[in-house]
């Protein structure tokens, strides 16, 4: 990974500003022969997109992809195919209102990379947090799509949010199929209203909340990743990293392992009845010495409260004026929600990369 | 990081076994003209030491690092200094006990990179773990030292443990100059006592534990790091998660910031006595958009139990059958005790580089 | 340089099709702050934009590139300015004719990369050539009109043909200024008419010719280049030898350094009237060690003759037929025209990019 | 390529000093479950070592390699296999003759990297070029063995020299069997003696001269090497070009596809007796669109003359002061003659490289 540059040999580089005409990525190293339509990709956008409900940022964008190269389609392909050449996606940005920025164009608002951009570059493109916005993310969802089909049907990947502030799901009640049911990718139905009051009553006062999101992909097999500095879990904790504003990454048993002994966290072995061999637990979250181990990869991923709030805060200008500041705009109570299918899409993009790089060493 | 090569324009390569002839580091990108000895790894190596209480593993060895290239001395340069080309580091392999090695050749002990291994390379070394053994760190930690020189004396990196199994350390005792007086590098000095009886009845009872390890950068300027994907707290995930062991990585407030609301998490700025900006808390750990605010860097790690324990676990051999294993050898109670200088290496690491490219792209 | 990215800190990756919606680049790693629009770019791709002569390929388009990132201004930037975020570049292709193309579709026209293509990825996207286009090349002149920006005035690159065929420019004409007063970027102007006279006969018998250009960069600071795998010398072959078509690439006096003895060939040095070391020769191009010397930066590339002839030529079909091949269609009757500006583009990317790691490394 | 390392999934770092106490390589990325041991890299050390004939330098050292780590041997795998993990090659020196270095300690030998080192780096191991010695060509040879154990034995790989000044190798005479029977590395028995008068006369002389190089490999299958940047040519040219005094690379007809026709240049492809296509003619160097069509590879490499020569040269000194130097010391009347096994190693690398990234995208 390095600056606007993630993978190895699935490579993805993103690009575009939050105002600016247009954001995209573009995927290289993805293999020949694979049917990829702008239809494979919508859904995702469409899963991410902002505005669909009244807990999410209420910019209204269609996130329409357009596949620009990389696919070429005649009678006998059956459907547009990747070539093995770059896939450059781009979604144009229809929604950006004019506004008046004054108010945060020489303000720092606590939370944001304003101060730091300013530091590090002189320059901010401070419309809507610029290359810093959120909207980034939807370039990584569009590529996501594309290491789908480098990972093909029988590696499922699927990314819920387990806690929202205090408020924590039930294992009992974890159900996959229900993320899709409630405007918070809650796999615990019962959970999903305490959720809604919650948010409800924070927008009211101008407030917000973090939340904790996991991520599952079932089917891998064993053998991806590699020892030492590209461990799977490495590259992951890259990944999720990455992600705005996240702050905390653990697979498996993570931060609950430290308080485990070595008898309670082993994941012992077994035969299992098809013959193979089995875990008869996943302490490890599927990973072992840094490569997967066929069982189920768990991630989690811990993101920030919305810092975009509408209580005033202390802050400084750029120059060294003591303001305070409040963030009006669109904003998310827990921009934890939107991240759930960024974060399946990075986690995607790891294992498309950790595939082609097990396939070119060990073959 | 791909592979055994970390780091982008300050690079590390790593080699080694643990029963091999030796293990190594070559460290590219260095600038030249830096003051460097074997004398400013050794300290740093010596700290990581096995053998030096009787929580880490008995193991014995000196680990003496040699200098095989990359610095040049002559009567001008006033010691030696480095060239700008890489820097060859090689700390021998004296401790390897002749042993029997049949009872886990064919044997995946629970926990360990056997399994995977076996499975991903169809080959492995099993004596002492081969490249997945904890001694690989030594060269990181060797490493690391280069690093340091890099960042110069205004900028002091320090690990310690926090937390062992559930007993953690009191912010109210923290003192940073307690980690080394006492074998934890524990900077609460009334809980180490605790730990040290905890850990005597843990090895007594053949078990292990986990721990939980923090490490502060002071004095790191504003402007280190470059979104999107070479974030400075992805980088730091993925150096950290690449360590022995690690199951989790968090920045600044981490985890606990998803239940934290976002008038609680807001790290507000007001001008210091010293007319610069300073923030009033340090949630972000010290890192906004990716890039350094100026505040102290904080990254904590969780570190999983010891997988070797003298408690028989369920597991199988390489033919598929179902056997019980008992790992005799010298083992760590806590291998987090042993983590605490590699994670400070790693982060030195991690910050010459984001040092050097800062420099690179901004000037 | 891998796959379809090239560069370290200056990073291009580009994508797109002769005959898809568009083509681009995604430029990385520009430092901040510089004055960037697209009139900057524009000429450039003016320069090699088919269609300006009888001698160029008579596909006609605008090449109208458009900016879709990377710059922000504002009542304060003083017009548009790089952000240190990547640049999206985007040119549309408009002139995609629609035409026939059952006669290639299986057919392996020689010394076109539809033979390889095909066997390496299964499908090949036979409109233009697809990815193998030179009009790949036009995204990598608007890359290189950025890196000229980080260059600075100070630095002036220059390409011109020097040999088409048989018939080589004459030293003692040499004037670069000539080079834009002919369609054949030829700074002789007693040569220029004589090759007219050449390609026009060639054309009318349906053959073509190859070429040979050379490079030069003025101004370029000593202590660019990094050996020993990212000599100055080492970065440049690969750039040039990644242009469509280039067999060859040498550096200074390159292949007649062969035939020099040591005497001949040592560049002297002296020190100049300014009070700066110069050398008295250039038969290093510049480079010493693989770091640039301060002498002027020189290169050569050897362009092949146009695959695609009026001239029925033997081939084989996918099904391993045999078949003659007559390539119609808009083709140069020298490609080698075309690749000056690419030539220099690609120059002016190798050296950015040496600018910044110089500067990242050594400050 | 970057700085001391060298490709993609099969990597090479490279460390050392002439002087230094050893100089070596870590090759990462290496499947595992090769059979490698020291007796395999040997041989090719052996044949670039210097002292072999009065042609080369005269330093004397057994050169013999070391395996650090990255294999892996017990009762049941026939001898020592690679493990897919770093394998780590060191070379001692041991003929480092103590040597008065104060007459170039300060002063700037013409056509070394003496002046460059200087002014970039500001520090320079003036003792035998430090960095910057041919002696840093075992560490690429050794590496270039491991390569060769990737490719295969169906893939052979052969240099030679086919120019020496003006004196130009027969190709009617060429038969690459005599390349061991002659110390230079010549494919025509009747140019050795030639070659070998030519050369007593020029040392004699105190002067040097430059050569050209062929590398072949005959095997390659179909389908290496990635468009646009990742073209085999552009590795190859890569590779060859940061060879020690190389000036100069060509693929194929190179810089005499310059002077041919479309016509004339053309490879027709007709059906084998084998059933499979075949070239009439390998203009192209068995590459296209930059990736290799299953005929040889064919590269060649332009080497300056030995800079070091016993005619005194001007230059100046650090303070710069006007100086004449005379090289004294163990050198070859033509350095090109060590370079034929850097070469072929080399081109062993980047095909490993290659065919492991083949293996990645496609499979």
């Known amino acids: 990974m390095t600056h606007n540059t993630f993978g190895h040999l699935f490579r993805v580089t993103t690009w575009g500003e939050s105002h600016g005409p247009a954001i995209g990525a573009v995927v290289d190293g993805c293999p ?25 940022t209420q910019r ?41 920025y004054s108010e945060i164009r020489d303000r720092y608002r606590p939370g944001h990379a304003d101060y730091t951009y300013d530091a590090k570059y002189g320059i901010r493109d401070y419309r809507g ?6 909207r980034e993310t939807a370039s990584r969802v569009a ?36 993320i899709h049911n409630n405007p918070f990718w809650c796999p615990d139905a019962k959970m999903a209203p305490i959720w809604a009051e919650y948010l409800d009553g924070l927008r ?5 909340v973090g939340a904790i999101l996991q991520v599952e992909a079932t089917g891998v097999p064993i053998g991806w990743g590699s020892p030492v500095y590209g461990k799977l879990d490495s590259e992951i904790a890259s990944a999720l990293m990455s992600i705005n504003a996240a702050k905390g990454v653990e697979i498996g048993a993570g931060f609950a392992s430290a308080m485990a002994t070595g008898v309670e966290n082993a994941d012992e072995m077994r035969m299992g009845e098809d013959g193979q061999p089995k875990f008869l637990s996943n302490h490890s979250g599927g990973i072992l010495g840094g490569i997967s181990n066929g069982d189920t990869i768990v991630a989690r991923m811990a993101i920030k ?14 120059d060294g004026h003591e303001v305070d500041i409040i963030t009006k705009g669109r904003h998310d109570p827990c921009v934890g929600i939107r991240a759930a299918p960024v974060m399946e899409a990075m986690l995607a993009c790891v294992l498309a990369d950790a595939k082609l790089r097990d396939q ?3 073959g």
């Open 32 to 56: 020949p022969g694979l049917s990829l339509t702008e239809a494979d990709i919508q859904p995702y956008l469409d899963a991410r997109r902002p505005g669909t409900s009244k807990y999410v």
């Open 143 to 178: 590529a996501g799509a594309v290491a789908r089909k480098i990972l093909g049907e029988d590696i499922q990947i699927r990314a819920g949010l387990i806690q929202i502030g205090e408020h924590m799901v039930d294992g009992e009640n974890w159900d996959w199929d229900e």
């Open 305 to 318: 409260p919305t810092s975009s709030i509408l209580t005033p805060l202390r802050s400084i200008d750029k």
């Open 204 to 208: 009211k006062s101008g407030n917000s």
């Open 360 to 362: 070119g060493q060990v």
């Open 129 to 134: 947090g610029g290359r810093s916005s959120a």
């Open 60 to 100: 209204k964008e269609p996130d329409q992809v357009k596949i620009l190269s990389g696919v070429f389609e005649d009678e006998r392909t059956d459907g547009p195919r990747t070539t093995g050449h770059p896939i450059s996606l781009m979604i144009e940005n229809t929604d950006q209102r004019s506004k008046d």
